[in-house]
């Protein structure tokens, strides 16, 4: 308990922090991500393949490889960006491979025969996508989405690695100057527990709604 109240202002920094990483690479990540799904189920054979590029190396490549790259990596090529930036970008181009897969499985999931109701009344394929498709879309991918968000936050972890202050740098900070690692990391892997749980009751919540919203 002392552990808590002595660094408290750290520990809530760091907590805010790792939140502000975990939004912001979910929305922005969400945002690319409808752009890679709309070029992967475009008529373009080209799109098609440079976007199944994207998803296949993001991927395909850990994490903290790619987190490295945008920090270590860039500033040889005249590119530097600070720590929180960087692993911004990092995790908004990984986050965004997963979740246009999450999106184009929600598409996907959708009864082909309404693609080919809103044909038969020549609706065009943009209105078709917007009014029929993606609210569909957004139900039967939201589960996905949902567990994407989480992983995301426990992901943020990995900024530590270019010196950004979340949580787990936090948590060395305090094992350093105390020598208590164990109690210090415990403490840190309960607040992202109780984070990620209060996000999964959100999450079910959100379901609960969207399937009385559908039923």
Do not use: C, H
């Amino acid at each position: 308990m002392d552990l808590l109240v002595g660094f408290l202002p750290d520990l809530l920094t760091g907590l805010g922090v790792t939140v502000v990483l975990g939004v912001v690479s979910f929305v922005l990540g969400s945002v690319l991500g409808a752009l890679v799904m709309l070029a992967r189920i475009s008529g373009s054979r080209v799109l098609r393949a440079l976007a199944a590029a994207y998803v296949s190396v993001f991927r395909g490549t850990p994490l903290l490889i790619q987190i490295m790259i945008v920090y270590f990596g860039l500033p040889q090529l005249g590119l530097e960006i600070p720590p929180i930036p960087s692993a911004i970008i990092a995790f908004t181009l990984f986050s965004a491979a997963y979740l246009s897969e999450n999106f184009r499985a929600g598409v996907l999931g959708v009864d082909r025969g309404q693609w080919e109701a809103a044909a038969s009344m020549a609706m065009p394929y943009w209105r078709t996508l917007r009014r029929i498709v993606l609210p569909q879309a957004i139900r039967i991918a939201t589960p996905a989405v949902g567990g994407r968000f989480v992983a995301l936050m426990k992901d943020t972890s990995l900024a530590s690695a270019v010196t950004v202050v979340e949580l787990t740098r936090v948590a060395e900070g305090i094992g350093t100057s105390t020598f208590r690692y164990m109690e210090a990391l415990l403490l840190v892997g309960l607040l992202y527990w109780l984070v990620n749980t209060l996000l999964q009751l959100g999450q079910q919540a959100l379901e609960k709604r969207m399937g009385r919203a559908y039923a």
